[in-house]
């Protein structure tokens, strides 16, 4: 097993329509099957990604904001709540979002890693995978809308 997923995609739209498409949670509801998060993007505030049921809000994913550089770059960690996996530090994932203008497109680049080494690894790294096939286009989509 790999310990990092890459993901590269051209968006044609600009670093700021991007960047909102990143940690805007109306966008982020549109192409993270229909979760949405709480946080204030700034490093060492929490990231809590939820789903509304039964009128309440529901924890999907956790996490903690490591970096924030405005329409460059975003880095958070990620735990899935409620997985039967102790939640401790070792067992975080970090995501990093890189953007890179240039023109009228910009290059997004997503890095997920830490699957080596925390609890499910293997199933959590599959389980990535899958759901970036899915997720990947849509947020290219929305973040080309505007």
Same mark, same amino acid.
């Not at 735990?79 to 497109?105: A, L, M, R």
């Given at each position: 097993?790999?310990?990092?997923? !890459? ?6 739209? /600009? ?19 229909? /979760? ?8 060492? /505030? ?5 789903? !509304? ?21 975003? !880095? ?28 009228? !497109? ?41």
């Amino acid at each position: 097993m790999e310990n990092t997923i !890459e993901l590269k995609a051209t968006i044609k739209a /600009s670093a700021e329509e991007v960047w909102d498409t990143l940690t805007n949670p109306d966008k982020i509801e549109k192409y993270m099957f229909g /979760s949405r998060v709480e946080t204030d993007w700034k490093p060492g /505030s929490k990231t809590n990604f939820y789903i !509304e049921q039964d009128e309440k809000q529901v924890t999907i994913v956790k996490g903690e904001v490591i970096r924030n550089i405005p329409n460059k770059l975003l !880095e958070h960690t990620l735990f899935p709540h409620k997985s039967g996996i102790e939640d401790i530090p070792e067992n975080y994932v970090v995501i990093t979002y890189e953007i890179q203008e240039h023109g009228d !497109e910009v290059d997004l680049t997503i890095t997920q890693k830490g699957y080596k080494y925390v609890e499910n690894g293997l199933e959590r790294y599959i389980d990535t995978q899958k759901g970036w096939k899915v997720a990947l286009p849509l947020l290219k989509g929305v973040a080309e809308k505007g």
